[in-house]
Protein backbone atom coordinates (compact mmCIF):
# COMPACT_ATOMS: atom_id res chain seq x y z
CA UNK A 1 0.00 0.00 0.00
CA UNK A 2 1.40 3.91 -0.80
CA UNK A 3 0.17 7.03 -0.53
CA UNK A 4 -1.96 8.60 -3.11
CA UNK A 5 -3.35 4.60 -4.06
CA UNK A 6 -7.23 4.45 -4.42
CA UNK A 7 -8.88 1.39 -3.68
CA UNK A 8 -13.23 0.22 -2.70
CA UNK A 9 -13.13 -0.54 0.61
CA UNK A 10 -16.42 -1.53 2.91
CA UNK A 11 -16.58 0.58 6.11
CA UNK A 12 -17.00 -1.56 9.05
CA UNK A 13 -17.47 0.03 12.22
CA UNK A 14 -15.97 3.50 13.93
CA UNK A 15 -12.96 4.19 15.57
CA UNK A 16 -12.10 5.34 18.70
CA UNK A 17 -11.60 8.81 17.38
CA UNK A 18 -15.12 8.43 15.28
CA UNK A 19 -13.24 7.72 12.02
CA UNK A 20 -14.65 5.09 9.54
CA UNK A 21 -12.98 1.69 9.31
CA UNK A 22 -12.00 -0.67 6.76
CA UNK A 23 -9.83 -3.57 5.87
CA UNK A 24 -7.87 -3.65 2.66
CA UNK A 25 -5.93 -6.57 2.25
CA UNK A 26 -5.91 -7.47 5.66
CA UNK A 27 -4.62 -4.11 6.36
CA UNK A 28 -6.41 -1.76 9.13
CA UNK A 29 -7.93 1.52 6.99
CA UNK A 30 -8.73 4.49 9.07
CA UNK A 31 -11.16 6.89 7.05
CA UNK A 32 -12.45 10.16 8.60
CA UNK A 33 -16.13 10.72 7.79
CA UNK A 34 -16.57 7.58 6.55
CA UNK A 35 -19.62 5.46 8.42
CA UNK A 36 -19.90 1.77 8.96
CA UNK A 37 -21.95 -0.13 6.10
CA UNK A 38 -20.72 2.67 3.47
CA UNK A 39 -19.31 1.40 0.29
CA UNK A 40 -16.07 4.14 -0.55
CA UNK A 41 -13.40 4.83 -3.45
CA UNK A 42 -10.44 5.27 -0.48
CA UNK A 43 -7.32 7.19 -1.15
CA UNK A 44 -3.99 6.38 1.01
CA UNK A 45 -2.71 9.35 3.14
CA UNK A 46 -0.70 7.67 5.20
CA UNK A 47 0.97 4.65 5.59
CA UNK A 48 2.25 3.25 9.33
CA UNK A 49 3.56 -0.67 9.34
CA UNK A 50 0.48 -1.85 11.28
CA UNK A 51 -2.66 0.52 9.53
CA UNK A 52 -3.36 3.46 7.03
CA UNK A 53 -4.99 6.33 6.88
CA UNK A 54 -7.18 7.07 3.95
CA UNK A 55 -9.54 9.97 2.72
CA UNK A 56 -12.90 9.25 0.74
CA UNK A 57 -12.76 10.19 -3.06
CA UNK A 58 -16.58 8.89 -3.28
CA UNK A 59 -19.55 7.07 -1.55
CA UNK A 60 -20.34 4.71 -3.51
CA UNK A 61 -23.18 3.48 -1.21
CA UNK A 62 -24.70 5.83 1.52
CA UNK A 63 -25.29 4.77 4.98
CA UNK A 64 -29.03 5.34 5.73
CA UNK A 65 -27.74 6.99 9.15
CA UNK A 66 -26.15 9.48 7.41
CA UNK A 67 -27.40 12.86 7.51
CA UNK A 68 -26.82 16.43 6.86
CA UNK A 69 -24.49 18.11 9.84
CA UNK A 70 -26.14 21.37 11.32
CA UNK A 71 -22.86 22.88 11.65
CA UNK A 72 -21.73 24.94 8.38
CA UNK A 73 -17.67 24.31 9.67
CA UNK A 74 -18.35 21.19 10.58
CA UNK A 75 -16.07 19.65 8.24
CA UNK A 76 -13.06 22.28 8.87
CA UNK A 77 -13.39 22.75 12.43
CA UNK A 78 -12.89 18.64 13.97
CA UNK A 79 -13.91 19.34 17.67
CA UNK A 80 -17.33 16.87 16.22
CA UNK A 81 -16.66 14.19 14.46
CA UNK A 82 -19.92 12.24 14.34
CA UNK A 83 -22.39 15.27 13.21
CA UNK A 84 -23.13 13.97 10.18
CA UNK A 85 -24.60 10.62 11.68
CA UNK A 86 -28.09 10.48 13.18
CA UNK A 87 -27.87 10.92 17.04
CA UNK A 88 -29.36 7.06 17.63
CA UNK A 89 -26.76 5.92 15.86
CA UNK A 90 -24.17 7.76 17.53
CA UNK A 91 -25.07 6.42 20.84
CA UNK A 92 -25.20 2.40 19.50
CA UNK A 93 -21.54 3.20 18.48
CA UNK A 94 -20.10 4.60 21.38
CA UNK A 95 -21.59 1.61 23.56
CA UNK A 96 -19.45 -0.60 20.46
CA UNK A 97 -16.26 1.35 20.95
CA UNK A 98 -16.24 0.28 24.30
CA UNK A 99 -16.70 -3.22 23.27
CA UNK A 100 -14.07 -2.97 21.03
CA UNK A 101 -11.32 -1.55 23.76
CA UNK A 102 -12.46 -4.90 26.15
CA UNK A 103 -11.68 -7.33 23.32
CA UNK A 104 -8.52 -5.64 22.42
CA UNK A 105 -7.43 -4.65 25.77
CA UNK A 106 -8.53 -7.77 28.00
CA UNK A 107 -9.11 -11.53 28.57
CA UNK A 108 -13.05 -10.71 29.51
CA UNK A 109 -15.00 -12.26 27.49
CA UNK A 110 -16.77 -9.54 25.94
CA UNK A 111 -20.18 -11.54 25.43
CA UNK A 112 -20.89 -11.70 29.18
CA UNK A 113 -19.89 -8.34 30.14
CA UNK A 114 -23.32 -6.63 31.10
CA UNK A 115 -22.39 -3.40 28.42
CA UNK A 116 -25.55 -1.32 28.69
CA UNK A 117 -26.97 1.13 26.03
CA UNK A 118 -25.57 4.41 25.96
CA UNK A 119 -27.42 7.14 27.95
CA UNK A 120 -28.19 9.65 25.61
CA UNK A 121 -29.60 13.63 25.70
CA UNK A 122 -33.16 14.57 24.82
CA UNK A 123 -31.58 17.67 23.57
CA UNK A 124 -28.00 16.92 22.41
CA UNK A 125 -27.21 20.62 21.80
CA UNK A 126 -26.18 23.51 23.77
CA UNK A 127 -25.02 21.58 26.18
CA UNK A 128 -21.70 22.49 26.82
CA UNK A 129 -20.60 24.93 30.13
CA UNK A 130 -17.28 25.91 29.56
CA UNK A 131 -15.10 27.17 26.05
CA UNK A 132 -11.19 27.62 25.96
CA UNK A 133 -10.67 29.44 22.63
CA UNK A 134 -7.26 30.29 21.16
CA UNK A 135 -6.99 33.62 19.89
CA UNK A 136 -5.23 35.37 16.87
CA UNK A 137 -4.89 37.99 14.72
CA UNK A 138 -5.88 38.06 11.11
CA UNK A 139 -5.98 41.33 9.32
CA UNK A 140 -7.47 44.25 11.80
CA UNK A 141 -9.81 41.42 13.39
CA UNK A 142 -8.91 39.57 16.55
CA UNK A 143 -10.63 36.04 15.74
CA UNK A 144 -11.32 32.82 18.14
CA UNK A 145 -11.73 29.08 17.90
CA UNK A 146 -10.43 26.08 17.54
CA UNK A 147 -7.03 24.18 15.49
CA UNK A 148 -8.13 22.41 12.43
CA UNK A 149 -7.62 18.65 12.98
CA UNK A 150 -3.67 17.99 12.64
CA UNK A 151 -3.05 21.64 11.55
CA UNK A 152 -1.91 25.01 12.81
CA UNK A 153 -5.07 26.41 10.94
CA UNK A 154 -7.27 28.50 13.45
CA UNK A 155 -10.56 28.14 12.25
CA UNK A 156 -12.89 31.14 14.13
CA UNK A 157 -15.80 29.69 16.04
CA UNK A 158 -18.68 32.78 15.99
CA UNK A 159 -21.49 30.34 16.95
CA UNK A 160 -20.34 27.10 18.13
CA UNK A 161 -23.53 24.62 18.49
CA UNK A 162 -22.58 22.30 20.91
CA UNK A 163 -21.39 24.92 23.61
CA UNK A 164 -23.90 27.01 25.80
CA UNK A 165 -25.31 30.03 23.92
CA UNK A 166 -23.87 32.37 27.22
CA UNK A 167 -20.11 31.52 26.16
CA UNK A 168 -20.80 31.66 22.54
CA UNK A 169 -22.00 35.53 23.24
CA UNK A 170 -19.74 36.18 26.04
CA UNK A 171 -16.40 35.34 24.37
CA UNK A 172 -17.62 37.16 20.87
CA UNK A 173 -18.09 40.09 22.31
CA UNK A 174 -14.25 39.72 24.60
CA UNK A 175 -13.01 39.46 21.17
CA UNK A 176 -14.67 42.46 20.17
CA UNK A 177 -13.80 44.24 23.36
CA UNK A 178 -10.05 43.41 22.70
CA UNK A 179 -10.09 44.41 19.06
CA UNK A 180 -11.82 48.07 20.16
CA UNK A 181 -9.45 48.60 22.30
CA UNK A 182 -6.64 47.43 19.77
CA UNK A 183 -4.55 44.83 22.57
CA UNK A 184 -1.75 42.94 21.65
CA UNK A 185 -2.89 39.16 20.66
CA UNK A 186 -0.56 36.28 21.00
CA UNK A 187 1.40 35.37 18.07
CA UNK A 188 1.92 31.01 18.54
CA UNK A 189 4.42 31.03 15.91
CA UNK A 190 6.77 33.77 17.45
CA UNK A 191 5.79 33.82 20.72
CA UNK A 192 5.29 36.98 21.57
CA UNK A 193 1.90 39.04 21.97
CA UNK A 194 -0.19 39.09 25.20
CA UNK A 195 -3.74 37.33 25.10
CA UNK A 196 -3.41 33.62 24.18
CA UNK A 197 -6.90 32.73 25.56
CA UNK A 198 -10.24 33.29 26.05
CA UNK A 199 -12.00 31.16 28.29
CA UNK A 200 -15.33 31.52 29.29
CA UNK A 201 -17.78 29.11 31.62
CA UNK A 202 -21.53 29.11 33.01
CA UNK A 203 -23.06 28.46 35.36
CA UNK A 204 -26.46 26.51 33.96
CA UNK A 205 -27.90 26.77 36.91
CA UNK A 206 -27.04 29.79 37.87
CA UNK A 207 -26.39 32.01 34.89
CA UNK A 208 -23.34 33.54 36.49
CA UNK A 209 -20.53 33.53 33.88
CA UNK A 210 -16.88 33.95 34.86
CA UNK A 211 -14.17 35.26 31.75
CA UNK A 212 -10.54 34.11 32.06
CA UNK A 213 -8.35 35.76 29.81
CA UNK A 214 -5.07 33.57 29.88
CA UNK A 215 -1.64 35.67 28.70
CA UNK A 216 1.47 35.37 28.05
CA UNK A 217 2.49 37.05 30.78
CA UNK A 218 2.07 39.12 34.15
CA UNK A 219 0.74 42.24 32.10
CA UNK A 220 -2.28 42.89 30.60
CA UNK A 221 -2.40 46.51 28.71
CA UNK A 222 -5.62 48.43 29.31
CA UNK A 223 -6.44 46.20 32.01
CA UNK A 224 -9.08 48.70 33.46
CA UNK A 225 -10.53 49.51 30.62
CA UNK A 226 -10.73 45.90 29.33
CA UNK A 227 -12.79 45.17 32.62
CA UNK A 228 -14.89 48.32 32.23
CA UNK A 229 -16.19 47.19 28.67
CA UNK A 230 -16.56 44.00 29.66
CA UNK A 231 -19.03 45.35 32.71
CA UNK A 232 -20.49 47.45 30.32
CA UNK A 233 -21.47 45.13 27.21
CA UNK A 234 -22.06 41.93 29.72
CA UNK A 235 -23.50 42.34 32.45
CA UNK A 236 -24.12 38.76 33.38
CA UNK A 237 -20.39 38.30 33.77
CA UNK A 238 -19.75 38.12 37.56
CA UNK A 239 -16.16 36.75 37.55
CA UNK A 240 -12.89 38.36 35.45
CA UNK A 241 -10.13 36.41 35.80
CA UNK A 242 -6.20 36.82 34.62
CA UNK A 243 -4.31 33.75 34.46
CA UNK A 244 -0.59 33.90 33.27
CA UNK A 245 0.74 30.97 30.95
CA UNK A 246 4.45 31.83 29.79
CA UNK A 247 5.50 28.55 27.99
CA UNK A 248 5.28 27.84 24.58
CA UNK A 249 2.70 25.25 24.60
CA UNK A 250 -0.63 24.19 23.68
CA UNK A 251 -1.76 23.58 27.64
CA UNK A 252 -4.37 26.04 28.41
CA UNK A 253 -3.91 27.22 31.91
CA UNK A 254 -0.14 28.48 33.66
CA UNK A 255 0.23 28.34 37.46
CA UNK A 256 -0.44 32.06 38.24
CA UNK A 257 -3.94 33.28 38.35
CA UNK A 258 -4.74 37.03 39.07
CA UNK A 259 -8.60 37.97 40.25
CA UNK A 260 -9.26 41.06 38.02
CA UNK A 261 -12.88 41.96 39.01
CA UNK A 262 -16.14 40.63 40.44
CA UNK A 263 -16.04 37.43 42.36
CA UNK A 264 -13.09 34.88 42.58
CA UNK A 265 -16.04 32.64 41.82
CA UNK A 266 -19.20 31.22 39.95
CA UNK A 267 -22.23 28.74 41.54
CA UNK A 268 -23.18 25.43 39.99
CA UNK A 269 -25.94 23.61 40.99
CA UNK A 270 -26.51 20.05 40.18
CA UNK A 271 -29.30 18.35 41.54
CA UNK A 272 -29.68 19.95 45.52
CA UNK A 273 -25.99 20.49 45.74
CA UNK A 274 -24.00 23.95 44.71
CA UNK A 275 -20.91 24.17 43.57
CA UNK A 276 -18.17 27.00 43.83
CA UNK A 277 -15.79 27.42 41.06
CA UNK A 278 -12.29 29.18 40.30
CA UNK A 279 -10.68 29.56 37.10
CA UNK A 280 -8.59 26.54 36.82
CA UNK A 281 -11.40 24.13 38.85
CA UNK A 282 -12.28 21.17 36.95
CA UNK A 283 -15.70 20.29 36.72
CA UNK A 284 -17.89 17.99 34.13
CA UNK A 285 -18.57 20.55 31.12
CA UNK A 286 -22.44 18.86 30.24
CA UNK A 287 -23.91 18.91 33.52
CA UNK A 288 -27.16 17.84 32.31
CA UNK A 289 -25.91 14.75 31.86
CA UNK A 290 -23.53 14.81 34.59
CA UNK A 291 -26.49 14.47 36.94
CA UNK A 292 -27.26 11.15 34.78
CA UNK A 293 -23.66 10.27 35.01
CA UNK A 294 -23.38 10.61 38.87
CA UNK A 295 -26.68 8.94 39.95
CA UNK A 296 -25.44 5.95 38.57
CA UNK A 297 -22.03 6.02 40.20
CA UNK A 298 -24.55 6.53 43.21
CA UNK A 299 -26.35 3.42 42.11
CA UNK A 300 -22.91 1.17 41.22
CA UNK A 301 -21.85 2.28 44.67
CA UNK A 302 -24.08 0.16 46.29
CA UNK A 303 -24.13 2.67 49.68
CA UNK A 304 -25.95 1.78 52.96
CA UNK A 305 -24.82 5.02 55.13
CA UNK A 306 -21.93 2.87 56.41
CA UNK A 307 -19.25 2.39 53.81
CA UNK A 308 -15.99 4.89 53.99
CA UNK A 309 -15.59 6.13 50.77
CA UNK A 310 -12.56 7.80 48.66
CA UNK A 311 -13.11 10.18 46.22
CA UNK A 312 -9.76 9.71 43.96
CA UNK A 313 -8.94 12.82 41.15
CA UNK A 314 -11.68 14.61 43.41
CA UNK A 315 -11.38 17.96 41.46
CA UNK A 316 -14.20 20.50 43.33
CA UNK A 317 -15.30 17.34 45.05
CA UNK A 318 -18.76 16.79 42.95
CA UNK A 319 -18.78 13.16 43.14
CA UNK A 320 -17.96 12.55 46.97
CA UNK A 321 -20.16 15.08 47.80
CA UNK A 322 -22.92 13.57 45.52
CA UNK A 323 -22.39 10.45 47.78
CA UNK A 324 -22.04 12.17 50.91
CA UNK A 325 -25.71 11.82 52.28
CA UNK A 326 -25.57 7.83 52.13
CA UNK A 327 -21.66 7.41 53.39
CA UNK A 328 -20.54 7.12 56.37
CA UNK A 329 -17.02 9.16 55.55
CA UNK A 330 -16.26 10.46 52.15
CA UNK A 331 -12.31 11.65 51.62
CA UNK A 332 -10.99 12.77 48.50
CA UNK A 333 -7.30 14.05 46.79
CA UNK A 334 -6.81 16.07 43.74
CA UNK A 335 -3.14 17.33 43.24
CA UNK A 336 -4.44 20.80 42.49
CA UNK A 337 -4.44 22.89 45.26
CA UNK A 338 -7.10 25.48 43.68
CA UNK A 339 -9.44 22.80 43.36
CA UNK A 340 -9.31 20.88 46.92
CA UNK A 341 -9.49 24.56 48.24
CA UNK A 342 -13.00 24.87 46.34
CA UNK A 343 -13.48 20.87 47.14
CA UNK A 344 -13.30 22.16 51.24
CA UNK A 345 -15.60 25.19 50.57
CA UNK A 346 -18.16 22.88 49.00
CA UNK A 347 -17.97 20.73 51.65
CA UNK A 348 -18.49 23.19 53.82
CA UNK A 349 -21.22 25.02 52.59
CA UNK A 350 -23.11 21.53 52.55
CA UNK A 351 -22.83 21.65 56.74
CA UNK A 352 -20.69 18.09 55.77
CA UNK A 353 -18.60 17.20 58.36
CA UNK A 354 -17.73 13.75 57.28
CA UNK A 355 -16.51 14.96 54.34
CA UNK A 356 -12.53 15.86 53.94
CA UNK A 357 -10.55 16.63 51.23
CA UNK A 358 -6.34 16.81 50.97
CA UNK A 359 -4.31 17.68 48.30
CA UNK A 360 -2.24 14.98 46.49
CA UNK A 361 -1.93 12.21 45.08
CA UNK A 362 -4.48 9.11 46.16
CA UNK A 363 -1.75 6.67 45.65
CA UNK A 364 0.13 8.89 48.65
CA UNK A 365 -2.73 9.21 50.75
CA UNK A 366 -4.54 5.86 50.55
CA UNK A 367 -1.24 3.86 52.26
CA UNK A 368 -0.64 6.34 54.79
CA UNK A 369 -4.57 6.16 55.74
CA UNK A 370 -4.16 2.51 56.19
CA UNK A 371 -0.94 2.77 58.65
CA UNK A 372 -3.20 5.27 60.38
CA UNK A 373 -5.81 1.87 60.29
CA UNK A 374 -8.46 3.65 57.92
CA UNK A 375 -9.10 1.97 55.04
CA UNK A 376 -12.26 2.49 52.14
CA UNK A 377 -14.77 0.17 51.40
CA UNK A 378 -15.33 2.05 48.57
CA UNK A 379 -13.42 3.53 45.63
CA UNK A 380 -14.19 5.79 43.24
CA UNK A 381 -11.75 6.61 40.48
CA UNK A 382 -12.17 9.72 37.91
CA UNK A 383 -9.08 9.79 36.16
CA UNK A 384 -7.53 12.35 33.15
CA UNK A 385 -7.86 10.05 29.55
CA UNK A 386 -4.58 8.66 30.39
CA UNK A 387 -6.12 6.42 32.98
CA UNK A 388 -5.18 5.55 36.62
CA UNK A 389 -1.65 6.00 37.69
CA UNK A 390 0.56 2.58 37.53
CA UNK A 391 1.07 3.36 41.42
CA UNK A 392 -2.74 4.39 42.47
CA UNK A 393 -3.94 0.57 40.92
CA UNK A 394 -1.12 -1.59 42.95
CA UNK A 395 -2.05 0.54 45.89
CA UNK A 396 -5.86 -0.11 45.38
CA UNK A 397 -4.91 -3.57 44.82
CA UNK A 398 -3.19 -3.30 47.90
CA UNK A 399 -5.44 -1.85 49.79
CA UNK A 400 -8.56 -4.20 48.79
CA UNK A 401 -11.97 -1.74 49.12
CA UNK A 402 -14.99 -4.52 48.45
CA UNK A 403 -16.12 -2.29 45.53
CA UNK A 404 -14.33 -0.10 43.11
CA UNK A 405 -16.53 2.46 40.83
CA UNK A 406 -14.13 3.69 37.67
CA UNK A 407 -15.23 6.50 35.99
CA UNK A 408 -13.65 6.44 32.75
CA UNK A 409 -13.61 9.32 29.28
CA UNK A 410 -11.17 6.93 27.61
CA UNK A 411 -12.50 2.92 26.84
CA UNK A 412 -9.26 1.74 26.01
CA UNK A 413 -7.28 3.20 29.50
CA UNK A 414 -10.66 1.61 31.16
CA UNK A 415 -10.00 -1.73 29.49
CA UNK A 416 -6.06 -1.89 30.23
CA UNK A 417 -6.50 -0.55 34.15
CA UNK A 418 -9.74 -3.30 34.22
CA UNK A 419 -7.62 -6.12 32.97
CA UNK A 420 -4.81 -5.11 35.66
CA UNK A 421 -7.84 -4.92 38.27
CA UNK A 422 -9.36 -8.10 37.04
CA UNK A 423 -5.92 -10.06 37.43
CA UNK A 424 -6.21 -9.35 41.29
CA UNK A 425 -9.83 -10.37 42.01
CA UNK A 426 -12.23 -7.44 40.86
CA UNK A 427 -15.01 -8.63 38.70
CA UNK A 428 -16.67 -6.23 36.05
CA UNK A 429 -20.38 -6.11 37.37
CA UNK A 430 -21.47 -3.93 34.56
CA UNK A 431 -20.36 -0.93 32.16
CA UNK A 432 -22.83 1.78 31.75
CA UNK A 433 -21.85 4.36 29.04
CA UNK A 434 -23.19 7.91 28.87
CA UNK A 435 -22.58 10.55 26.12
CA UNK A 436 -21.23 13.43 27.99
CA UNK A 437 -20.37 14.72 24.83
CA UNK A 438 -23.14 14.03 21.59
CA UNK A 439 -21.48 14.84 18.05
CA UNK A 440 -17.88 13.70 19.31
CA UNK A 441 -16.36 10.35 19.35
CA UNK A 442 -15.54 10.48 23.12
CA UNK A 443 -17.57 8.52 25.34
CA UNK A 444 -17.99 8.43 29.25
CA UNK A 445 -19.01 5.24 30.99
CA UNK A 446 -19.17 4.40 34.67
CA UNK A 447 -17.70 0.73 35.94
CA UNK A 448 -18.85 -1.12 38.69
CA UNK A 449 -16.25 -3.41 39.62
CA UNK A 450 -16.47 -6.25 42.84
CA UNK A 451 -13.92 -8.33 44.58
CA UNK A 452 -14.16 -11.99 44.89
CA UNK A 453 -11.18 -12.76 46.26
Known sequence: MKVGQQFPLTIKRLGINGEGVGYFKRQVVFVPGALPE???????????????EAKVVKIRKRSKERIEPPCPIFAECGGCQLQHMEYQA????????????????????????????TIGMENPWDYRNKSQLQVAKRGENVIAGLYASNSHKLIDLSECKVQHKATNKVTQTVKQILADLNISIYNERKHKGVVRTIVTRVGFETGQVQVVLVTKDDTLPRQDAIIEEIQRRL???????????????????????IHLAGEETIEEKLGDLSFELSARAFFQLNPTQTVKLYNFVKKAAELTGNEKV?????????????????????????????????????????????V???????????????KEGWKPDVVVVDPPRTG??????????????????????????LAKDVDRLSKKGYKVKLIQPVDMFPWTAQVESVTELVREL
Open 38 to 52: EEIVAEVTKVSPRFS
Open 90 to 117: TLREKRDIIKQAFERHTKIDVNQLQLLP
Open 235 to 257: PEVTSIIQNVNEQKTSIIFGEKT
Open 310 to 354: VDAYCGVGTIGLWLAKEAAEVRGMDVIEASIEDARANARNHGYNH
Open 356 to 370: SYEVGKAEDWLPRWK
Open 388 to 413: CDDKLLETIMEVKPKRMVYVSCNPST
